[in-house]
């Protein structure tokens, strides 16, 4: 499908609408064009090649009394593009009344320049030339002794997206991204016990790709799981990799400050406004404009211009600090962060972050853990907290025991129980080294004296 | 049946082209075309934030040869394009074949050729949208108006009618038509700073009598009295305890930390605890456990619908059927798709389930269950002197190579000297699967017995599941919480 076809479909589609309902206030059609390849390892073997394409559209009706119809399909025919609009109309009619939608966005004059979004090289890379990254992940597994299995992939995407409303908003984007991931499973040949180990590694440009990397991580921390011990009770440091960091800082934050679950009282943070609710050593931004970053973009996925928030600093959460879309912006008066976030044409939009960063310290790995008599690393748990009341307790499937400085054996059966209030405000080390996975970029962190409860009681 | 205009184009004339096109170039290819269209009524707070239909059609091609796999994802299946789309998916299969290590066949079997159409009581596209949105503001008003306690209700009502048709080298034609609806409530309630919700919901492939069973009705209230019960729970004390179980905890432990080590993909792949281990002993001798994600078992809880983790046939043309995974404590059997059961030696059974046509099957949990045997509730309370009686959950995960697993329950009891006591919250139960399964000392009976809908994801494909159990005890769990 060419780019003057996607105009006309809008064209088409908003003159339809126009003529259709005079109750109507505003309208935005959204659409997606994308096409991926992907090689998928099982069993340390190159297992399945796969390609495919995809192209949809959206449609969303707002009424003057703030009611919203929403349509999607990916046929393109005029016969369903006009069903669609009429259905649209239609759900629209029977929505509820919303006082707090005030419009859609008005057309931007100026988008920042975002360079590095998109590559060349990966909207027109042939799966025959994307193999020797798929084998570098196999090469890797099979030269060691103790790897036993690996499952990984290595996929890359094209996408261009245009939308319109009828604000007079009308803009286009395209973006390429690739990945690696690398999940390896390891035996220790006496104990017989198995560990795994996963890593992955998102990029907008292919020359970024280090699959070599990515399974030498996978397989580390594989290997750092092995032989996992019961420990008793103790109160004491936890070290968290960057993982960690993402799991129990980040992803907590982004989502109690997406404005949606804050205007709905669903967040711990709310009533927390231009308070200190952590250490010093807290700093978080939302940035959407890093340079060929995973998470960056030029607009959001209502045409809104991608920003660099402040959300948190020296533990401070500020009083903008939240993510918006323009409904929940509109709702509370304020304007659109450039957070509305639909994943495929599929989905209204939402909200999602851009970057979301952990800013830093000036540590080195060495200096945190060097103070620690006892103590333990959290890299990975299935668990999330509670983002209506902070509240997380969770089993550490990933972590070792810290002893004299040292990183000891792996952890079985030890759970954390703590508020994430607490946990912000025990922050007492920040490491200068940091890992950027995907849209979140964390350093290790170390918290003092959490509740660590062992399996050996 | 009447079929969709999308899928008429595929007719006896394509599948001899096709046929040409593979001729013996790859040892088997299928073809799955969908078409697909639904509604969706989202409310937060008697508001609605999303009223939304759909249409979309989903093609996917798969061509194999000698251990290597080609999948092509059409965007837009006409004649052309599909015959296409099948040369482009045996160019990638012998691209993965060149490069794989692993080689192996796909057994024959016998093809199929079938129609299926899922039963409605009341048709789909009957209801009008009015009725839908009527019933989802019933809804949330009965939440909302629970109690002064509830600060935030979401009722989401989905439902959606698919037509698959699906076409292999062996010859099989088949065409699923199924109709699904999904009922979700959940509430928020809030006390003096403390917040606590409740979720629930009703599921099932069938027609708009789903939504109006007494169990539906009921939904709401249901979830928001939960909701507000849990506002004045207290937190538990962690340690080594004695667990009841209820059938919607149970079924969701043994679907996530017993069943995904049952599906062969894994076991292939070196991931799972129980590589190596069918004819060994992985349970309590009472406990067995299966797998029958086949239609006509809803009668048992008198449901006028079929199970919402059911299918006719499996996204490799598979008739769904009943499956003993383990009998008596024994390990007897895995879970397959085509590839799974050809290298295993062992015929399929079904499980070769996929999201959407555009994803590949991998091997999927359909309706996962422990048989009940005959210990009532109040036996199972009244013969535990220290423990805890633990019902629903909010959510869990296990390591699949190490089989340490952490529930999160939603409900919980203490249990003290035989008798219920105090209800808490948020108390999480862990351990690593195989030893409680050997631990478990009580099964209820079928009064005990019951299911629960969930939707699973593996691989980034969400599919719908079913799970059951009747009431258990385990001894020595950690139980774990907040203070």
């Not at chain 1, 009344?97 to 042939?126: A, I, Q, R, T, W």
């Not at chain 1, 220790?188 to 590694?201: A, L, M, N, P, V």
């Not at chain 1, 946990?423 to 959490?450: C, H, M, T």
Request: aromatic share 8%; charged share 25%; proline share 3%.
């Amino acid at each position: 499908m060419e780019d003057s076809d996607i105009y006309t479909i809008a064209d088409f589609c908003s003159k339809l609408i126009e003529k259709e309902n005079s109750e109507i206030k505003c309208t935005d059609i959204y659409f997606e064009k994308s096409n991926y390849i992907n090689i998928e390892i099982e069993e340390n073997s190159i297992k399945n090649s796969e390609t495919g394409e995809d192209n949809g559209v959206s449609i969303r009706v707002i009424s003057k009394n703030g009611s919203l119809g929403f349509a999607y399909s990916n046929k393109l025919d005029r016969i369903t593009l006009e069903k669609i609009c009429k259905t649209a109309i239609k759900m629209m009619k029977v929505a509820t009344p919303d006082p707090d939608f005030k419009n859609l966005p008005n057309s931007f004059k100026n988008y920042p320049v975002v360079n590095g979004l998109f590559d060349k090289n990966l909207k027109y890379l042939e799966i025959e030339d994307s193999i020797n990254y798929a084998e570098d992940l196999i090469e890797i597994c099979k030269d060691d002794e103790m790897a036993i299995s690996q499952s990984g992939n290595f996929a890359s995407g094209y996408s261009k997206i245009f939308i319109f409303n009828s604000n007079g908003l009308s803009v286009s984007r395209k973006e390429t991204s690739c990945i690696i991931s690398s999940n390896i499973i390891v035996k220790d040949k006496i104990s017989k016990e198995t560990s795994s180990g996963y890593e992955r590694q998102i990029e907008r440009s292919l020359s970024k790709l280090n699959a070599i990397n990515v399974a030498n991580l996978a397989l580390e921390d594989a290997k750092q799981n092995l032989n996992r011990k019961k420990i008793k009770n103790m109160k004491g440091p936890v070290i968290l990799t960057p993982k960690g960091t993402i799991s129990l800082i980040l992803r907590p934050v982004a989502a109690a400050i997406n404005a949606d679950t804050f205007q709905y009282k669903r967040s711990f943070l709310v009533d927390k406004r231009s308070k200190k609710i952590g250490s010093d050593y807290l700093n978080i931004e939302d940035n959407g404009l890093i340079h060929g970053a995973a998470g960056s973009q030029i607009f959001d996925d209502e045409g809104v211009p991608c920003k660099n928030k402040k959300i948190l600093e020296n533990g401070k959460f500020l009083k903008n600090g939240l993510l918006h879309n323009s409904y929940t912006a509109g709702k509370e008066g304020v304007e659109s962060t450039g957070n509305a976030s639909r994943g495929s044409y599929i989905s209204i939009p939402s909200i999602g972050i851009t970057n979301f960063i952990m800013k830093p310290g000036d540590l080195t790995l060495e200096e945190i853990f060097k103070d620690i008599k006892e103590g333990i690393i959290l890299n990975y748990t299935g668990d999330s907290p509670n983002i209506s009341t902070g509240d997380f307790s969770g089993l550490i499937l990933h972590g070792n025991l810290i002893q004299n400085g040292e990183v000891k054996e792996p952890l079985n059966e030890t759970m954390i129980g703590i508020n994430l209030m607490d946990l912000f405000q025990n922050i007492d080390a920040v490491s200068k080294e940091y890992r950027v996975y995907g849209a979140f970029q964390a350093p290790w962190v170390r918290i003092n004296s959490v509740n660590i409860i062992g399996g050996a009681n | 049946m009447e079929l969709s205009d999308d899928l008429k184009k595929i007719d006896e004339n394509l599948i001899k082209q096709l046929n040409q096109i593979a001729n013996d170039k790859v040892e088997y290819w299928d073809i799955r075309a969908e078409v697909n269209n639904g509604t969706s009524l989202d409310f937060t707070n008697q508001k609605s934030k999303e009223i939304s239909s759909f249409e979309i059609i989903n093609c996917g091609i798969r061509a194999f040869k000698n251990g290597g796999w080609g999948f092509s994802v059409l965007k837009d299946p006409q004649r052309e394009s599909i015959k296409i789309g099948l040369q482009k998916a045996m160019k990638l299969a012998k691209l993965s074949e060149s490069l794989t290590k692993i080689k192996f066949n796909i057994a024959r079997n016998d093809p199929l050729i079938e129609e299926y159409k899922s039963k409605s009581k009341k048709n789909l596209e009957d209801i009008d949208i009015d009725n839908k949105i009527n019933l989802v503001k019933y809804h949330e008003e009965n939440a909302s108006n629970y109690s002064s306690y509830v600060k935030n209700t979401h009722t989401l009502y989905m439902d959606g009618h698919s037509q698959t048709l699906f076409l292999n080298s062996f010859g099989s034609n088949i065409i699923q038509d199924l109709s699904l609806v999904r009922l979700f409530c959940m509430v928020f309630t809030n006390k003096n700073g403390t917040t606590q919700s409740s979720v629930n919901s009703v599921a099932g492939v069938g027609g708009y009598e789903i939504v109006e069973t007494e169990k539906a009705n009921n939904l709401s209230k249901k979830t928001a009295k939960e909701a507000v019960e849990l506002l004045d729970a207290k937190s538990p004390v962690g340690g080594k305890l004695t667990v009841i179980a209820d059938s919607k905890l149970t079924g969701t432990i043994i679907h996530e930390a017993f069943g995904h080590a049952c599906e062969a993909d894994l076991v292939l792949n070196n991931e799972s605890i129980l590589k190596g281990m069918i004819g060994n002993k992985v349970a309590s001798e009472q406990v067995t456990i299966v797998d029958n994600p086949s239609m006509g078992q809803a009668e048992q809880f008198n449901l006028p619908y079929e199970l919402f983790g059911s299918y006719f046939v499996d996204d490799e043309g598979i008739p769904s059927q009943k499956t003993i995974i383990i009998e008596n404590g024994i390990l007897k059997n895995y879970l397959h798709n085509l590839e799974t059961s050809s290298r295993m030696g062992v015929p399929p059974n079904g499980h070769g389930r996929a999201s959407v046509s555009s994803e590949r099957p991998q091997v999927r949990m359909g309706f996962t269950y422990i048989e009940p045997k005959d210990w009532s509730l109040e036996d199972i309370i009244e013969d535990t002197k220290n423990g805890i009686l633990c019902k629903d959950f909010q959510y869990g995960y296990t390591d699949p190579t190490t089989g340490n697993f952490q529930f999160k329950c939603r409900f919980s009891y203490k249990i003290k000297d035989g008798e219920k006591k105090e209800i808490m919250r948020d108390v999480s139960l862990s351990g690593m699967i195989l030893e409680a399964l050997n631990e478990i000392s009580a099964i209820g009976n079928r009064k005990t017995f019951n299911y629960s809908v969930g939707i699973c994801g593996k691989g980034g494909q969400r599919v719908r599941v079913c799970d059951g159990a009747p009431y258990i005890r385990i001894e020595d769990i950690t139980v774990g919480g907040l203070s």
